[in-house]
């Protein structure tokens, strides 16, 4: 690893500050990723600013909703009591990733920002356009299993490795950014990029732009939601397939219904077609299937990750089944 | 920082103050077991698979692979040293030689620190992945254990003893 510099940040200010005109220069958070790319040579910033001191206050809204400081660790997220009672799939989300010990070191703010697992990119003697652009990229045609079926291009079909965010896309989260230019707020949806020819850029984040808190609003049918994974081992692993949903339905039709998909795209996978195809619908398995139908018909195999496009479909309809029997709610 | 690259900073471990002057790309677990020569912490994978590195912060365990050591000053630090009092080995110590939870050894101190962490997790009522509702009263049972513990890996594969040596400490405090 590169040796660099390092500071600590004492308030968000201070932050942009020690990075600002400093484009060698990096936030650091719990460094579950970030140290790692580091080790790996992936990541050579030259100073990093600790931002791991900032707000990590977990709070409710004036409009009920939930605030979570930047800072806020993956098991305080995952353990708070509003959260568990109101946005359970977050809880889920979060348990279903990473390991007891990381999710004691990776900060909120950090899991935004985490980097694919794909082995090309990973892999210096590999080509890959996130990595080193225009490069090409050797998942395709290669050993892509794990890779993204939705939203790709010819220039990257690396998937997203989160778990939380999947829940954060579900619940049509918020993210509050500070940078020298003044605050903003961005939409979860729009905060991830499809990697189109230029899968370098993944976020929707400024040159020393600082995430400082994720905001959900306040939805009660959330309370009827859940995370469902798939992966290689029971536990502490990847997503092959994963799925964030809400459901709440009303005398068996469905009032209002969120999906989200991990694993199968290079951002969090909002499933708006399925979601529009099922709503004021029957809450029926015959349903949920061609829901599932509209939203795959664009997927796309590259030979080893053929069996996800399946898989998605499956595994929606299993949540969407369990939710339904609970009642959405009602 | 000064000129060669190095920072001053103390470090807080088993209740006693380090003074170290290391560079900021220095790992917790490099300067514990390079700088300070507290090698009962293992290095593994040194990327976060495996868990051999865990160590306890503040009584939460992390993965000392990823912490830079600038990181933790002023935090309390405890490793496997620092678990017995004296020559009397904690109850989870002594429990894994009861029931052979290991056999070459080397992802002991990690699987020990790791299950005195998430014994605090339990009680603290954290959910997991197997916890059935989200809404608390976890049975401390061996799926709980096992899917709390995934973070530790063990090549000898001493995991019945690990789960056994686990419940031996700790089921009698556990909140039911």
């Not at chain 1, 053929?306 to 969407?320: C, G, N, P, Q």
């Not at chain 2, 912060?57 to 912490?67: M, P, T, W, Y």
């Not at chain 2, 954290?126 to 995934?150: C, H, Q, W």
Request: charged letters at 25%.
């Amino acid at each position: 690893m590169k040796n660099f510099t390092y500071q600590r940040a004492e308030s968000s200010e201070s932050a942009i500050n020690l990075i600002a005109g400093n484009a060698g220069a990096k936030f650091l958070g719990g460094g579950t990723n970030l140290v790692d790319l580091m080790r790996e040579n992936i990541e050579q910033p030259d100073a990093l600013v600790d931002v791991t001191r900032l707000s990590s206050e977990i709070e409710e809204t004036a409009d009920g909703g939930i605030r979570i400081g930047a800072a806020a660790k993956n098991t305080a997220v995952a353990n708070h009591q509003l959260i568990r009672q109101r946005f359970p799939v977050l809880s889920q989300a979060i348990l279903f990733g990473a390991s007891g010990q990381i999710r004691n070191m990776a900060t909120a703010g950090g899991n935004l920002l985490q980097r694919t697992r794909c082995y090309y990119f990973y892999d210096e003697a590999a080509k890959c356009n996130k990595r080193a652009p225009d490069s090409g990229c050797e998942a395709i045609g290669g050993f892509n299993r794990i890779h993204a079926i939705l939203g790709t291009s010819d220039s990257c079909i690396a998937t997203h490795p989160s778990d939380m965010c999947v829940a954060l896309a579900a619940l049509d989260a918020k993210i509050l950014v500070e940078g020298a230019n003044g605050k903003r707020e961005i939409a979860f949806n729009d905060f991830h990029k499809l990697p189109e020819n230029t899968p370098n850029i993944e976020t929707d984040l400024k040159d020393g732009e600082l995430i400082t808190a994720i905001e959900i609003p306040k939805t009660d049918f959330a309370k009827n939601s859940l995370y469902r994974k798939v992966r290689d081992r029971a536990s502490y692993a990847f997503a092959l397939v994963s799925v964030a949903a809400i459901v709440e339905t009303e005398n068996d039709l469905i009032k209002n219904v969120r999906i989200a998909l991990g694993g199968v795209a290079h951002k969090p996978w909002r499933a708006t077609d399925a979601e529009n195809f099922l709503t004021e619908k029957t809450a029926t398995e015959e349903n949920f299937r061609s829901a599932t139908e509209a939203e795959l018909k664009a997927a796309k195999g590259f030979g080893h990750n053929d069996f996800k496009i399946e898989l998605a479909k499956r595994t929606i309809v299993s949540a969407l089944k369990e939710l339904a029997e609970n009642g959405g709610g009602k | 920082m000064s000129e060669n690259g190095t920072v001053s900073l103390n470090l807080q471990i088993n209740g006693e103050k380090h003074d170290l002057q290391i560079e900021p790309r220095v790992s917790l677990l490099d300067a514990l077991r390079e700088f300070i020569g507290l090698t009962g912490t293992k290095k593994g994978c040194n990327q976060g698979a495996c868990g051999a590195c865990t160590v306890l912060v503040d009584g939460e365990r992390i993965n000392s692979c990823f912490a830079l050591a600038v990181q933790y000053e002023g935090r309390e630090i405890t490793t496997i040293e620092g678990l017995a009092t004296g020559d009397e080995l904690h109850a989870l110590q002594a429990a894994f030689i009861e029931h052979d939870g290991f056999q070459c050894g080397y992802c002991t101190p990690g699987q020990i620190c790791s299950a005195v962490g998430m014994f605090n997790e339990f009680q603290n009522n954290l959910p997991s992945a197997v916890s059935a509702k989200m809404t608390g009263d976890y049975e401390f049972s061996d799926e709980e254990i096992k899917e709390r513990m995934s973070g530790n890996l063990c090549r000898c594969g001493a995991y019945v003893g690990i789960v056994d040596a686990i419940h031996e400490a700790f089921d009698a405090e556990a909140k039911r």
